[in-house]
């Protein structure tokens, strides 16, 4: 039984979705005292100028759209953030004076472009970006200031990250799908004057690297990251000049486990595990090879300052109950000495969430998180899948999630197979057939929660944003029984149009998911695209689309929307102003809102 709909205007789950949240904070690497954080604070993601010694905050940026990234420079002195058109995120990176002021494109000469990193070396003498067109990816390093023409210049036509420069900028690393050919990276590493590739790292066919980041120490040129090689990640410290590596094992290494920051003077590592979606930290003593297991706060940890001169540590920490707040932990314990930067945060109770398994088809486990309202099931249920599709879903906080819950109906979502942390083989399970395994985990899941007695049959809805809304629409095709209804949120209809429209930075991977272009892997394409099982759809469709999206971008949504309404299906589709997603509270709300109403309606209620 439902509770009442409630869109009052202090209804309990709004204020969940106005409570003020830190999406992310950095310090500037010569200049502690200066930070930068992402936050919600005044009702839409924008960068905050950040006084460390006082925790005061001060609004930088003022886009109608919102920013949800950026960075700050070695100095303290500019920030930097992608200055793009309601939230399509192409456009041009500009400088922004910490103190306000005028922003000025630091890129003037080159045709628009996307971009997904941007950082300066932390003596401040360089700026590093990757600026994606339709002709590839390019990575420059300039003079941080004045930038004139590039230090260094190089481009693939493969998914590219970086560059990731050395304390002092004379080595740029490069990380490219170019060697693997699926959605994992190989490192190069360039000289900066000369251009030269001095060094690669890889461990062959079945792994990949992720990258942390070069020694904060002048003249170390040591790089720490991970590799995938033996099906879970593993640190390692590189040096590139020399090729030597140091391979980081501890018997009590669980999952993946990743290098989070260096400490000050480069002879610690803050390593982080994730394992079955739950959060481990340790700190890796480098000289004596031994890792230290910290008894740090349950929840989702994610990168913040990391070691502070005082000893201390900085992180994000997060659950199902709670926002993303800044914590300053103690090194040696782990325990809580403080929070940092104190939003005010009011937020009504919430109900937690269990992580629970289950057995999809060919034995393959799955790990979902489910949450139930009071009383006794069976519940309305919704399905949710996470984006990505190489993400996770933790234990984080989910205001949508609650405003299920708040009115009566359960909650479950699944890492399907291409989820990370469960290993390389279940990551790429998915590689060159989506949409097919992860429908499978769908429908176990399902069969999971009407087993159990959580799902009431015949009442069960199915959600996601991005990669989980084109789990939503492509479900509703292939599987037209299991749900009474379907609310896909910026959604993938059809990979072929996708790909003709969408972002460079996109484009690269989907290339590296599907093993080629449409036209290279067509039958893959017609495959996986929700279009394909237009007629075999059932239940009544919600579409949530971003009209400036070029992630998933609106051509291929109303071609979807056209194809189900000469099919007589029934499709409603709400655009918004903005792009992959709103970074607007309000506009959140009204997303929340349109589902609820639909599954009301839906459920006959």
Known sequence: MLNPLDLSADAPWKKRFRAPALAWSLRASLKPRRGLVASNKDGVYQLYAWDTSSDDLRQLTDEAAGVAHGAISADGERVYYLRDKGGDEIGHYVSLPFSGGEARDISPDLPDYASHSINESQAGNALGFMAVDDDGFHAYVYAADPMDQPRFAHSKKSLSFGPYLSQAAEIAVIA????????????????????????????????????????????????????????????????????????????HFQGDVKVWHWSPEAWRLLLHQVHQARHTLYVYDIAAGRARKLDAPPGVLSPGSGFLADGALQ??????????????????????????????????????????????????????????????????????????????????????????LDHGFAFFSLNYRGSTTFGYDFQHAIDGNLGDLEVDDIAAGVDWLLAEGIAQPGALLKTGGSYGGYLTLQALGRKPELFAGGMAIVAIADWRLMYEDQAGTLRGYQRSMFGGTPDEKPEAHRKASPITYAADIEAPILVLQGENDTRCPARQMQVYEKRLKELGKSIDIYWFDAGHGSLAVEEQIKHQELMLGFAYRVLGL
Not at 225 to 236: I, K, Q
Not at 365 to 383: H, K, N, R
């Open 176 to 251: 490219s799908t170019e060697k693997t050919g699926v959605a994992e990276y190989a490192l190069e590493a360039y000289d900066v004057e000369s251009g030269a590739l001095i060094a690669e790292l890889w461990d062959g066919a079945g792994s990949g690297t992720d990258i942390c980041g070069f020694s904060p120490v002048p003249g170390d040129l040591r790089l720490a990251g991970s590799s995938s090689a033996g099906g879970y990640h593993r640190p390692f410290i590189w040096h590139p000049s020399s090729g030597e590596r140091q391979d980081i094992a501890c018997e």
């Open 315 to 404: 992180l994000h920490l997060t659950d199902s109950t709670a926002p993303t707040r800044l914590l300053e932990l103690d090194t040696e314990s782990g325990a809580i000495r403080r929070q940092v930067i104190d939003l005010a945060v009011d937020v009504p109770a919430g109900i937690p969430w269990r992580s629970v398994s289950y057995l999809s088809s060919g034995g393959a486990q799955i790990q979902a998180w489910l949450a139930t309202p009071p009383g006794d099931g069976p519940f309305p249920t919704i399905v949710h899948t996470h984006g990505g599709p190489t993400a996770v879903q933790t234990n984080t906080w989910k205001p949508d999630a609650q405003a299920w």
